[in-house]
Nanobody, 125 residues
Framework: QVQLVESGGGLVQAGGSLRLSCAASGRTASTDAMGWFRQAPGKEREFVAAIRWSGGSTYYADSVKGRFTISRDNAKDTVTLQMNSLKPEDTAVYYC??????????????????WGQGTQVTVSS
């Protein structure tokens, strides 16, 4: 299965920006979906954004739409999450995920079989 390595987490003030990266190894054409999820202390893991390698379709949670942008670099097998206008409620551990996810299930963490180690994002007010 695909191995995922995340980077880019850190501390940023509200209104600032941060860029997360997820490097994939062992990805195949059938591993078409890459997603970002986040989990804050005491809360369930929630969907943030996803992208498909074939065609590049993107998907966003309503809470981040217009602020976050997910993109892919096919040559580097890397997916990037550009986070702008960050809010304190964005504070969480962010996880990268991948799998051959059926269409309409891009938002569902249960559809992803490969996960990164997570990277901490902290937004101060």
């Amino acid at each position: 299965q695909v191995q995922l390595v995340e980077s880019g987490g850190g501390l940023v003030q509200a209104g600032g920006s941060l860029r997360l990266s997820c490097a994939a190894s062992g990805r195949t054409a059938s591993t078409d979906a890459m997603g970002w999820f986040r989990q804050a202390p005491g809360k369930e893991r929630e969907f943030v954004a996803a992208i498909r390698w074939s065609g590049g379709s993107t998907y966003y949670a309503d809470s981040v739409k217009g602020r976050f942008t997910i993109s892919r670099d096919n040559a580097k097998d890397t997916v990037t999450l550009q986070m702008n206008s960050l809010k304190p409620e964005d504070t969480a551990v962010y996880y990268c995920a991948a799998d051959s996810v059926p269409y309409t299930l891009e938002h569902d963490p249960r559809a992803y079989g490969s996960w990164g180690q997570g990277t901490q994002v902290t937004v101060s007010s």
